[in-house]
């Protein structure tokens, strides 16, 4: 039983803004590999994700093997951005800063500013000075900060103002709904709103047919996540895969071609 990496493309719907062909970057997802049962989503270990004497260990683990992944990408030509998920627990461990400098040492040839570090509204909740304490020493280091899974919990707006933040993960749950509940189409915009006040990028997560992607750019929402364009993948299958990536596919005068590819990378 090994934990492995698997890594889901975030992408631009617009000319010009991505480095990489049109992919802003992938988002790191872990993944069990386990002999009988295969590849297991993290829903199966969450316990162990939390664990007091595991998360630090798992963290550094995804910290390391991510920046070694992006480093080589990088080296291939591939200039990707690595967003990593950081667990509450870890990232208000005493130590959490010192493994951040030790992994960033050990991976030189990938920029720090093309490293991200996706916290959710846990460990805000959990200690909120330190978690912003944290965060500003991350940002100084270099390191790009995205709110994950953002409007599920309480307190999102004054999180706004008070976290260091680059980038804003609208959570997968508003954006599913957005076709049909007005409710969810307008938090969306609301989100967009603030977001672009305060200067923020915005990722819509779950995007998962062109209906949702169309809705989207009507609300200059252009970055974007989801099942439409890949599944998590393993490391292997990403060169092939932004090579072949093109937003012109997922306009809707050629929808049956991007309904296609995304059935190819499934
Ligand atoms: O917490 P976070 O938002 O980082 O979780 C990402 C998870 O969401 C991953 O496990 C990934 O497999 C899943 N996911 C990513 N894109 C989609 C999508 O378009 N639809 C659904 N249902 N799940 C998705
Ligand atoms: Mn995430």
Redesign the pocket.
């Known amino acids: 039983m090994r934990l492995i990496m698997y890594y889901?493309p975030v992408v631009s719907m617009r000319d010009g803004v991505a480095s990489c062909q049109g992919v802003i970057g992938f988002?790191a997802?872990i993944r069990m590999a386990h002999p009988q049962r295969g590849i297991l989503?993290p829903a199966v270990f969450a316990e162990a994700l939390d664990h007091p004497r595991l998360a630090r260990r798992i963290g550094c683990f995804v910290l390391d093997a991510v920046l070694a992944q992006g480093e080589q990408w990088h080296r291939d030509g591939l200039p990707l951005r690595m967003s990593m998920?950081i667990s509450a627990r870890h990232l208000l461990d005493p130590e959490f800063l010192n493994d951040l400098r030790t992994v960033l040492a050990a991976h030189p040839d990938i920029a720090p500013e093309m490293c991200e570090i996706?916290v959710t509204e846990s460990a805000p909740m959990l200690d909120f000075p330190r978690a912003q304490e944290t965060l500003l020493v991350c940002n100084d280091l270099g390191l790009r900060i995205a709110l994950?899974?953002f409007g599920t919990g309480s307190a999102s707006l004054s999180y706004l103002q008070k976290l260091p933040a680059q980038t804003i993960?609208v959570d997968?749950s508003f954006v599913r709904n957005i076709l049909n509940d007005p409710r969810d189409f307008a938090i969306v915009a609301g989100v967009m709103t603030t977001a672009n006040m305060l200067g923020l990028d915005v990722i819509a997560?779950?995007?998962?047919t062109i209906g949702h992607l169309q809705l989207l750019e009507t609300l200059e929402c252009h970055a974007m996540?989801?099942?439409l364009f890949a599944?998590?993948m393993p490391a292997g299958e990403v060169p092939a895969w932004v090579n072949n990536f093109n937003h012109l596919d997922y306009r809707s005068n050629s929808s049956t071609t991007a309904q296609n590819s995304a059935e190819y990378n499934e």
């Open positions: 889901q988002e997802l989503t998920n996706e994950d899974d993960k997968q997560e779950g995007v998962e996540q989801g099942y599944k998590p």
